[in-house]
């Protein structure tokens, strides 16, 4: 199979999956009690304004229509008006997206190169302290969830040990810089404002730290496992007898084949750092779009719930996508679908 | 071809090799001694499990992480492999020593281009130091054509699953040769593939070694593919050596109970493991029989064989055998 065919396939059949996930949401959004224009207009406003807003957001009508009106608006680009901000919602994500994507993709970051720092690391010191204390991580990851870690960086470098901002995004001297991608380290780099990045930089390691450390050293394991696994092919044992240099066999003829179950498992990892970034930008106070979509969930404020639902399903199909591609090209066997071996 | 054993380039000495498990200890190599002169062609013949793959591994100390060596020396042009530094040892490895794995399939790494492992093997071989990319590739293809294989180009850009059984076979064959190596041991090449492959790829092993000069060791199951390949064979059971001869001279004059019991199934092509002509199975390694490993199988033995361990003695012309009931002891 070309590799453009199957990309082509991949993105047809999510298409589906987020058809169906705009079915499901919309659904949850609906039947959840209580009424959203009465919630949007306060408990003191006249009946009459109440049906007005009612019938201006159609709510008036059956279900199927309801949706077919805002599915309609989000093949177009058009989200429907927040309640709470009064803005149209996608301009709402526009300013909260940024935040959000960017301490991911750092945290993203922290996932990918420390667990195949951690991996390889445990697996050439194999059953030494070094490979128990990886171990001993990867349960305490599973064990201690992010925000609880949140909680105890904020806690020790808020108070007892403030070497590191603790809170937001930039400290409260800084100017931010002109929003070109939204996100500030990317758009201070595009301006030369060095000063404004490391600013930046500095405010990103503890949230994305709380973050990466559970699936860092899950990770970790799966590449440690991978490795140790593949040490003992009969490939890598030609490989060594054929006299290449140590790099080459740990670096190139090992890590390619160790790295392919770790990145197949990185997708989900990606879902659960932005589901857990709600807590997490809450306790940073990260003016993120897990802060704003949990706010509007307390408020019932249908149309940014919905679009925050649909934006985190469009990135999650997106990067499983990506991670898929990274996985063919990784792993010819998938790539081409060859005779078993 | 005689080749005096003081002109060996390759010398396994008493070699013991022990894997470490879950159960104790399978002391599968129980005192191996091989040697192989320059130019020679030996074949090493043993059933399924008596530690061919182990002997040969050891030689290029490729071990499995489990494995030990408790006792013996590898000499290779008089230095012992197993004490060598990393610098020397990288010497044989490049330009002393080559291998060819058991399995095709499982030797040759899934996630990179034939190419691209095989130019490894030539960039990092002595003869291929310091070769520019176009040389590299050069001798590649070269190598590619000398086992038959058409169309060179389509197969550096292929990914071992993509091509054939028989094909895998041939570009581990390739791989092995495509730089100077002194010595070339060949493990079961072809156990996968069917008789009539099998064989084109014995004849094409054989013609490659006499046209480079390199030595051989043919490891098989089978005594008739090792007549048809070398010029003197070791017989292996159960970690031991328990005979070798000039080829011609076994099969004329064979000795030990277990060789003659293999000879029994020589017309078989395919070596299926336990040969017809002897009862019983390869004894478990992790509480081996005391005294020669062969005499719970061994229709002669008596007292002294569950007693005392036979060793390899010279019972004329280069002709040995451990077996106290041959050497005449008893
Ligand atoms: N890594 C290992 N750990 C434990 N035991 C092992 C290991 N590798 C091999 N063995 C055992 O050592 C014995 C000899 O194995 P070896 O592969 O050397 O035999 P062989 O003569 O090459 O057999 P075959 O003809 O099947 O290839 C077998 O009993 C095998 O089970
Ligand atoms: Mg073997």
Redesign the interface.
Known sequence: MKLSSYVIKRLLYSIFVLLGLSIVIFIIARVVPGDPARLALGPRAPQFAVDALREEMHLDKSLPVQYFYWIKGVATGDLGKSLITKRNVVEDIAEFLPATLELVLVSALFVIVFSIFFGALAARYKDTWVDSFIRVMAYTGVAVPSFVLAVIFLLLFGYIWPIIPVLGRLSAGIQPPPTITGLITIDSLLTGQLDVFFDALKHLILPALALAVGPLFQEARIVRSAMTEN???????????????DH?ITG??LL??SL?PAVSVMGLDIASLMSNAFLVEVIFNWPGISRYGMEAMLRKDLNAISAVIIVFGLIFVLVNILVDLIVAY????IR?G???? | MIVNKNDSILNIKDLHVHYRTYDGFAKVLDGVNLWVGKGEKVGLVGEAGCGKTTTMRTVLRILPENAVVPKGEIFYHGEDILKMKPQKLNKVRTQGISMIFQEPAAALNPVFTIGTQMFDVIRYSDSGKGRSKEEIKELAVKAIGEVYIPDPERILNSYPGQLSGGMKQRICIAMAIVTERELLIADEPGTSLDVTILDQVHRLLRGLVEKKGMSLIMITHSLGVAREMTDRIYVMYAGNIVETAETKELFKNPLHPYTLGLLESVPRLTGGGVAEGIYGRIPDYFSPPKGCRFHPRCRLSEEKCREEKPLLKDVGDGHQVACFKVQGVI
């Open positions: 040490m003992g092919k009969d490939y890598l044992a030609a490989a060594v007898g054929f006299g290449m240099p080459v190139k003829y390619k084949p392919i990784l792993d010819p066997r081409l060859g005779r078993s071996s």
